[in-house]
């Protein structure tokens, strides 16, 4: 068995040299590992690449990508909420405060108990790795199907949705097998809301 590689053994400007062979999720990824290590990648900053950082405010998930857009990684903000439970689930510490986190290919999923304090501290997290370029949008471009129900005259009557009441319905994740599709769910007093999002 191979033991593992002490990279932050090596001499700085070699270990720059590393950081800059890494994709933008991986070094995003990297950076959640340790304080140490993420210390390291906001130091070589000036060195790394420069990144588009569209942000989605109306559902506040990031997407950073290359100034070719050949490199793309998504970080969605989730509200963490107590009947989540995925045995892919890691915690880390981003800005301080500690985060679940699940990690796909090509993003990863966050969960806070505060939704725009996470959106917030993400970014706060970015600037300090990488140049970034900020634009906005109020619309989600990885959303192909969305679902939006509105009344004054909505009744909690105990009705189940997928085996739930709309309590345990709120802030539901449900995904293909596959990894390729899944559906976000949002309820309140008078709304019920789904969107459908694709990875593909």
């Not at 700085?12 to 990648?41: A, M, N, P």
């Not at 806070?112 to 706060?124: A, M, R």
């Not at 990885?142 to 004054?152: A, C, G, M, P, S």
Request: with cysteine; hydrophobic share 35%; aromatic share 12%.
């Amino acid at each position: 068995m191979s033991s593992p590689f002490p990279l932050l053994r090596l001499p700085r400007l070699v270990l720059f040299d590393v950081f800059k062979l890494l994709s933008i999720g991986e070094k995003i990824k990297l950076s959640l590992c340790s304080k140490k290590i993420s210390t390291q990648i906001n130091n070589c900053r000036l060195y790394s690449q420069k990144v588009m950082v569209s942000l989605d405010m109306l559902y506040q998930g990031i997407r950073v990508y290359s100034e070719n857009n050949n490199d793309r990684f998504g970080i969605f903000n989730r509200y963490n909420s107590a009947t989540i439970n995925n045995p892919d689930m890691q915690q880390y510490q981003i800005e301080g405060r500690t985060v679940l986190v699940i990690s796909f290919p090509r993003r990863i999923e966050t969960f806070w108990k505060n939704h725009q304090e996470g959106f917030l501290s993400v970014i706060q997290h970015l600037l300090k790795m990488f140049q970034c370029k900020i634009s906005t949008s109020y619309k989600n471009e990885f959303i192909i199907e969305y679902l939006y129900v509105k009344t004054q005259n909505y009744t909690n009557d105990g009705a189940m949705i997928l085996g739930m009441n709309l309590m345990e319905l709120r802030g539901q994740v449900i995904q293909t097998d596959n990894g390729s599709k899944k559906a976000t769910f949002r309820t309140d007093s008078r709304s019920i809301e789904m969107s459908v999002t694709s990875f593909v």
